[in-house]
């Protein structure tokens, strides 16, 4: 079965601060999602990783992705308040349907 | 526009009572699913149809059912059977296995509320 864990599950920084949450599954796995979720709504597609060292940015979040280690990285730089929101990874494999992590939790602090 | 609608937003219900949610999509794509999400948690898969006329079971389908009569339509019920129904339910879609560039990438709704009295 499919596990995946993501930590901090609570986050709070301060603007203009870096960090990284980690997104962390138990088996192998072919392609990796990360989604964003303001409170109340919808998840909002950030990222697609599909492939072992696969890289993408997005103006302040940038993502990555290690098969191998069955980890990837969501880094923020130089936050700013409008960051604030709950970050989810979801992995997929093969046909499988895509699991979710539990999400984590982000609050930006001027 | 190309998009997932949910309907309605927000839902009161009785207990005993059954309800079902609308999800409409125009987006063309072959696979649609149901998500569970309480408070403060992540998302449950409830059902899943990557076909028309054909669905199945998620990982919390009790208390719930489905049907994909049309491509763009995945309504859900939830019956009385389900004992706490009390969640926000997410609709989401992708283009399906096979698809030409087909990522695999859900798109999702904006979801329903719905509360139990």
């Known amino acids: 079965e499919l596990k995946v864990e993501q930590n901090p599950l609570f986050l709070s920084m301060q603007e203009g601060k870096n960090y990284t949450i980690y997104c962390n599954y138990s088996t192998t796995s072919d392609r990796l999602y990360w989604y964003r979720q303001d409170p109340g709504k919808s998840l909002e597609s950030l990222f697609v990783?599909?492939?072992?060292?696969a890289v993408k940015q997005e103006g302040r979040l940038m993502a990555s992705l290690d098969t191998k280690a069955r980890l990837s990285t969501l880094h923020i730089t130089a936050a700013v308040h409008d960051l604030s929101a709950t970050y989810f990874c979801a992995v997929g494999r093969g046909n499988e349907k895509l699991t979710f992590g539990t999400g984590t939790r982000l609050t930006i602090i001027p | 526009d190309g998009g997932i609608t949910q309907s309605p937003k927000y839902l009161f219900r009785k207990e005993g009572q059954n309800v079902t949610l609308s999800c409409e999509q125009n987006?063309?794509?072959?696979?649609m699913y149901w998500y569970r999400q309480d408070p403060g948690q992540g998302l449950r898969l409830i059902y899943y149809s990557q076909i028309v006329n054909d669905f199945q079971k998620g990982d919390i389908a009790e208390g719930y059912s489905v049907s994909r009569e049309k491509k763009e339509s995945f309504p859900l019920t939830v019956t009385s059977a389900q004992k706490n129904p009390t969640a926000f339910y997410l609709c989401?879609?992708?283009?399906?296995?096979?698809?030409?560039?087909?990522?695999?990438?859900?798109?999702f709704g904006e979801g329903s509320r719905l509360t139990v009295l």
């Open positions: 989401a879609s992708s283009p399906g296995q096979g698809v030409f560039l087909n990522t695999g990438e859900l798109f």
């Open positions: 990783l599909l492939s072992n060292g």
């Open positions: 987006l063309n794509h072959d696979a």
